[in-house]
Nanobody, 121 residues
């Protein structure tokens, strides 16, 4: 129910943008975040943005990456600038989504399918 897009291959120093859209009968979305997993490494947090709009970044991406969200579109973005080879990973989006149902509301933690970002040196 989360669809990520963007990513691809870019040279070091270049830029890429990612987006992630939630679909369904959504009541609201609390925290949104981007994570990444490089080969042979654990998944790590890249950036978080709660509904308030305040942001948190991993030290390794501060000043280069910008996370943002559009609550009206239930969509989150990650603008990545000054990319480095060490940014190469599969990037995953994550959202805490509250859905409407026939019996009320339910909240869950959802992941996108992952999108590959490759930065060549």
């Amino acid at each position: 129910q989360l669809q990520a897009s963007g990513g691809g291959l870019v040279q070091a120093g270049g830029s890429l943008g990612l987006s992630c859209a939630a679909s369904g009968s959504i009541f609201g979305i609390n925290v949104m975040g981007w994570y990444r997993q490089a080969p042979g490494k654990q998944r790590e947090l890249v950036a978080l943005i709660p509904r308030s709009g305040s942001t948190n970044y991993a030290d390794s991406v501060k000043g280069r990456f910008t996370i943002s969200r559009d609550n009206a579109k239930n969509t989150m973005y990650l603008q990545m600038n000054s990319l480095k080879p060490e940014d190469t990973a599969v990037y995953y989006c994550n959202m805490g989504v509250t859905y409407r149902s026939a019996t009320g509301r339910y909240t869950g933690d959802y992941w996108g399918q992952g999108t590959q970002v490759t930065v060549s040196s």
